[in-house]
């Protein structure tokens, strides 16, 4: 068994995280600068730190998880939720439950609550926002974010959902009401079902085709029929029917009735 093998064995027995389905050529290079970066001679030798020391483990975690969002990222996407696909969500229903999946620091389920309070009061919102990394939803939860990602929104959006703070802005508390958050694994946990709204976007990217093709099928299964499945921008799935989807919009997939 070789050094790296070693790890991706040692990782899944102890945090149920599979590395093995991610893409090797790109998790084994950033995880190989982590490791070099702490001046550890192999993987073997990494593990073992890390297995002592929990700051070793949390950086380790935070490196294999992308983190990098920003409040309506890519708006003219959010600009189709809002203007066709919430609309017809909500024709012949008074509430919504929605999953942010790979939540990362919370700027998509805060930005899902404020485009829904459009059409909606908070207590008819049910959202969960899920992500692998607990220090990462820490921040998400604490809702506390520089300016540079929040230059997607807009002013009156900005003095209504945010208070002004030294560095940035704050999330107001009552849009995080409608919110739970939760530490989930993707590729080994449960999911919940009945969603409306599922948004897992620029995650899978990083997974092989074989994981892909098994968390797509989660998502539909954890769909209400014509609910809809919202992917990021280099996610298009090419075979939606496979999954008992079909497109809606650009990237939306909505699951057959």
């Not at 921040?139 to 900005?158: D, H, M, S």
């Not at 959902?161 to 530490?183: A, H, M």
């Not at 080994?188 to 093709?213: P, Q, W």
Request: include cysteine; charge should be neutral.
């Amino acid at each position: 068994m070789d050094d790296y093998q070693y790890f991706i064995d040692q990782v899944k027995q102890k945090t149920a995280i599979d590395l093995s389905y991610y893409k090797e050529t790109q998790m084994k290079r950033r995880l190989t600068s982590l490791r070099d970066k702490r001046g550890f001679a192999n993987f073997e030798e990494y593990y073992k730190a890390m297995t002592q020391e929990q700051e070793l483990f949390e950086e380790f975690l935070q490196r294999m998880t992308i983190n990098v969002s920003e409040f309506f990222r890519n708006p003219q996407r959010w600009t189709v939720l809002e203007k066709k696909i919430i609309p017809r969500l909500l024709k012949n229903q008074s509430s919504i439950k929605m999953w942010s999946a790979a939540c990362s620091t919370g700027e998509e389920p805060y930005s899902l609550v404020i485009l829904l309070n459009q059409f909606l009061t908070y207590k008819q919102i049910d959202l969960l926002a899920t992500d692998l990394d607990q220090s990462i939803l820490d921040r998400a939860i604490n809702g506390f974010y520089p300016e540079r990602a929040l230059k997607e929104v807009e002013n009156k959006k900005l003095q209504t959902y945010f208070e002004k703070q030294d560095l940035g802005y704050s999330v107001n508390d009552e849009v995080k009401k409608p919110i739970r958050f939760g530490r989930h694994n993707l590729l080994h946990d449960k999911f919940e079902t009945g969603f409306d709204l599922i948004v897992c976007r620029n995650v899978m990217i990083y997974f092989t085709e074989d994981a892909k093709d098994k968390l797509y099928q989660k998502f539909a299964d954890a769909l209400k029929p014509g609910g809809v499945l919202f992917v990021g921008s280099t996610e298009q799935i090419f075979n939606a029917q496979r999954y008992g989807l079909e497109t809606e919009d650009t990237f939306f997939y909505k699951k057959m009735e």
